[in-house]
């Protein structure tokens, strides 16, 4: 982030209703710029809509955080239901979208470029839609003008792409992100200069958790200046750890992916005398790809997460447990997430940093890998192992058939809520429902694995691995908002 002064953070919009109903509602144009005018939402006419009973939002239609409640708890928090309402604050013709895609790569991101080109096209009629070239900074580098051939008039830089739907047609076939990305380059005051100077009036920004974070930002950086600028999330994790959503969109793929070099890393400790085939998945502080794909597999051994620690020496560590494994199957398979075990490496890049301001970790697959040979061969027991880091080979490959009907959904959600007014929000799933929550929710905490919770509970009794808990362990875990800590005997 940019070392300028940050704009005044606006306060989170929260309507009370009977029964502890609790609707924590996203902003609107209308919060600091009055008497906007309004216009009939243009899919009251468009024929692929003619055939829809309801297709209009209800106003005060909601969807509520928790699924499974007690008859006499609170009606509890809430988020506004997404979709198209039957006003909107944005004529067709006066529309200028951006769209910036931010942080590491992820399935499905093409495919959210290309409905949000298509949605804005083909339900709202709007035709000048920017993609910025390379995350954050495109919005301010390399400013030069140019005319787009075939475009329109206008402000146009080297660093963006004149989107259309004929242009994004295809590119959901395509894994990565044809407007590039990167890390960092964050600066406020400089890409809300940029969306002013532009004439942008519409913002779609595709990241993690440290990208809505940003997004945040430039919301309130455009609320201070007054501007009629919506700013819309979509949220982007492969690793699932952004909270509030039931999930992140690549994440299906990512663990629909992982099989094929968990299968590979089985053939591989098959093949061989006491093999032992460790592979090494996406997970910087949550095990959600590791354990999903632990369970899809039903051939791994041994599931090792963040969220759970482990110990190497001793009884009841995994040392013992993956000789115990070898001498009563001649062979194991071993998933690891990055973010495992890093307490038991050296502290020396722990400091360090990347330019999202993610911590640099080490590599843990090849560090236990080494851990596991140095250990077996003062055992005088002769293994063998077979190492497998698939990360970027995951994170590159096109989103399959149920990633691209989320994304799909997603960005129509989006298109949806900006050409309503309202801002400041990210489009993503509640309970199976399609919702618009506010920035601040979205960031303030990350998703992680329970590990006092009954799917990691399921994994257990699948892999039939011990805990690695040592043998008097304080867990703590939410229930109900209040902590509980739980004094757990552990036996293996």
């Not at 928090?77 to 944005?90: D, E, L, S, T």
């Not at 080494?370 to 192992?385: A, E, G, T, V, W």
């Not at 979205?442 to 329970?450: G, L, M, T």
Request: a neutral charge.
């Amino acid at each position: 982030m940019a070392s300028a002064a940050l704009p005044e953070i606006s306060k989170p919009k929260i309507v009370d209703g009977p029964g502890g109903y609790v609707l924590e509602d996203v902003p609107h144009l209308t919060d600091y710029i009055p008497d906007l005018p309004t216009y009939p939402n243009p899919l009251q006419d468009n024929p692929a809509y003619s055939v829809v009973k309801q297709y209009f939002v209800h106003v005060d239609d909601s969807v509520p955080q928790k699924v499974v409640v007690h008859k006499d708890d609170p009606k509890g928090i809430h988020f506004r239901r997404a979709g198209a309402r039957q006003k909107v604050y944005f004529q067709s013709d006066d529309v200028h979208a951006c769209i910036v895609t931010c942080g590491g790569l992820c399935p499905g991101l093409n495919t959210v470029v290309r409905e949000i080109v298509c949605g804005l096209h083909h339900m709202y009629g709007v035709k000048k839609v920017l993609g910025i070239d390379g995350g954050y900074k495109g919005f301010y580098a390399k400013n030069t003008e140019l005319d787009p051939e075939g475009g329109y008039k206008g402000f146009y830089a080297k660093n963006t792409v004149y989107l259309n739907p004929k242009v994004v047609n295809d590119i959901h076939k395509r894994g990565g992100t044809i407007l590039g990305t990167s890390r960092g380059g964050h600066d406020t005051s400089k890409i809300v200069d940029s969306i002013q100077d532009r004439g942008i009036n519409q913002v779609y920004i595709i990241g993690g958790d440290g990208t809505q974070r940003g997004a945040a930002l430039i919301f309130e950086e455009i609320r201070r200046r007054g501007l009629k600028v919506s700013v819309a999330g979509i949220p982007k994790t492969i690793d699932n750890d952004i909270p509030v959503i039931d999930k992140s969109f690549g994440f299906d793929t990512a663990v629909e992916e992982a099989q094929r070099a968990i299968n590979a890393a089985h053939v591989e400790s098959e093949s061989f005398e006491n093999c032992i085939g460790l592979v090494k998945l996406m997970g910087r502080y949550s095990g959600f790809i590791a354990m999903y794909a632990t369970l899809a597999s039903r051939d791994v051994d041994c599931c090792l997460i963040p969220e759970s620690p482990f110990y190497l020496e001793g009884p009841g560590g995994l040392f013992e447990y993956i000789e115990k494994r070898l001498k009563e199957d001649g062979h194991m398979v071993i998933v690891i997430a990055e973010g495992a075990g890093q307490e038991l490496l050296s502290q020396s890049i722990q400091s360090t940093t990347d330019a999202s301001g993610n911590k640099l970790l080490q590599d843990v697959g090849l560090w236990i890998s080494q851990s596991i040979k140095d250990h077996f061969s003062k055992q005088k027991m002769p293994i063998n192992l077979k190492y497998i880091d698939p990360t970027y080979m995951i994170r590159a490959v096109p989103s399959n058939a149920s990633d691209n009907v989320y994304c799909t959904l997603l960005a129509q959600s989006a298109v949806h809520g900006a050409m309503a007014g309202y801002t400041g929000f990210t489009s993503g799933l509640v309970n199976g429902r399609h919702t618009y929550i506010p920035f601040n929710r979205i960031i303030e905490k990350q998703n992680k694995v329970v590990i006092t919770d009954r799917m990691w509970a399921r994994l257990l009794s699948s892999t039939n691995q011990p805990s690695f808990l040592r043998p008097s362990t304080n867990l703590l875990s939410k229930e109900n908002g209040s902590q509980k800590r739980l004094d757990k005997k552990v036996t293996h």
